[in-house]
């Protein structure tokens, strides 16, 4: 018998919207049955009206930047400047403070139609370096905040172990640090994995972990068979300063020490050689695009047609928070797109739902997710086809309508395991998303 069955109005099945689903919920939260051409709702069954979707994956966050989001936008200023204000925000966390603030910014993505997120983590130890009695308090924090607002998580514990090329750590990155690869492989096995959490390791960017020490994490990844992501060719001085110090770009140093493969993901990709695209589809190194960020922060316009062309698979995320609204990512790959070619249709919506589903969890370490199919994760949103934005457009457009037209707002249910998260626009396990927010948030700058 099955544990709870949903009725979709309208579902999007990968390549097509199928009318009148019947989507049957095992006690194992898997897709046990799947069934079209139903044009009611069976006896019992839970009825879901809009357009039915995997759910999303958010393959790229760093949550405790949701608290920079409004405050950061006046004056001029780069990449680097901003970062500054963010060393701020991230000097106050404590494990309490962070787990507040990542339960309510999970809760959000959840309102938003997202089911897994990729917490970049590296925000380790207490200001100045010290550790923690337990030295994975914070990531800690974040797997159980995951766990509060009902979503999953792949935790990507991150080694930062310097400023620059040959350079410590500054003051605000102490706390990032464990000193050497070996002590951060040595923190990161402490950690455990849960029924909604895996994990996984990052690498934050070739200037943050020094030459010598990218095969002891890439080794780490390799030995789990885990999710490796890594920061890469953000900014052009980054660029710079690796060809200055090893006389190669980023992307040929990670290949040189063994990190890329189809485990490993990109994040932003955004300034390539031709090359480096070379290298990074032949080993099939998957690419994460944060549009909203790399255009919040004028980080520039990645060669995402370029990349995928190549071999590269497409995630997408969030990354900083500007907003927290996949629909609006993948809209924003396209038409960043249509701007530097002045050409339209790069991507069918197909392409974009499948980036922020399929590949996204892909990315994340659950390629059983991100499908509406037997024996898939019973992971799923629904999108409301009847909004002052979706109204109009005949049904069988779902997917275009989604992408095209809807936002975050427009998201109505989110299921994680067969279990509703959100339901009719409201968060099932935390009561008041934006009071959550507001209060974790102000706690930081008290």
Aim: hydrophobic share 40%.
């Amino acid at each position: 018998m099955p544990l709870k069955t949903y009725w979709l109005e309208h579902a999007w099945l990968g390549t097509h919207v199928e009318p009148g689903v019947a989507l049957e919920v095992t006690a194992e939260g898997r897709i046990g049955a799947l069934r079209t051409g139903v044009e009611t709702p069976p006896p019992g069954a839970e009825v879901l009206r809009g357009l039915t979707v995997p759910g999303l994956a958010n393959a790229h966050s760093h949550a405790f930047h949701r608290a920079l989001r409004g405050t950061v936008q006046v004056g001029s200023g780069t990449f680097w400047t901003w970062r500054d204000q963010m060393y701020k925000v991230a000097q106050n966390l404590t494990p309490e403070s962070y787990f507040a603030l990542a339960r309510a910014v999970y809760a959000e993505m959840a309102l938003a139609g997202i089911t897994n997120v990729g917490e970049f983590h590296y925000v380790h130890h207490a200001p100045g370096g010290a550790r923690y009695a337990d030295p994975n308090a914070m990531g800690e924090a974040l797997i159980e905040a995951a766990a509060a607002a009902g979503i999953r998580i792949t935790l990507l514990d991150t080694a930062y172990l310097s400023a620059g090329f040959g350079e410590a750590p500054n003051s605000h990155q102490l706390r990032f640090s464990d000193g050497t690869a070996e002590a951060w492989a040595e923190r990161a096995s402490a950690l455990r994995p849960r029924e909604h959490a895996l994990i996984g390791a990052a690498i934050h960017s070739v200037r943050a972990v020094p030459a010598a020490e990218l095969a002891t994490v890439a080794g780490w990844a390799d030995e789990r068979r885990a999710p490796l992501h890594v920061h890469l060719s953000e900014q052009t001085a980054e660029n710079d300063a690796c060809l200055a110090a090893h006389g190669r770009t980023p992307t040929q140093l990670l290949a040189d020490h063994g990190v890329l493969g189809p485990r490993t993901t990109g994040v932003h990709n955004t300034h390539l050689t031709d090359t480096d695209v070379a290298l990074l589809g032949g080993t099939t190194t998957g690419t994460c695009m944060c549009p909203t960020t790399e255009r919040d922060l004028a980080d520039g316009i990645g060669p995402a047609t370029r990349l995928q062309h190549a071999g590269s698979p497409l995630s997408l995320g969030s990354d900083s928070h500007a907003v927290i609204d996949l629909l609006e990512e993948a809209r924003a790959m396209e038409l960043n797109e249509r701007l530097r070619s002045r050409t339209r249709g790069h991507w069918t919506a197909n392409a974009l739902l499948t980036a922020a589903t399929e590949d996204g969890h892909a990315a994340l370490g659950l390629p059983d997710a991100g499908r509406l199919e037997v024996g898939a994760l019973a992971d799923f949103t629904t999108i409301a086809l009847d909004s002052v934005r979706t109204a109009g457009p005949p049904a069988r457009l779902g997917a275009e309508t989604a992408v095209f037209a809807a936002t975050a707002s427009d998201v109505r249910h989110t299921v994680v395991g067969g279990r509703h998260v959100v339901r009719d626009g409201a968060h099932t396990l935390v009561e008041d998303v934006p009071s959550a927010l507001a209060e974790s948030i102000a706690a930081l700058r008290a």
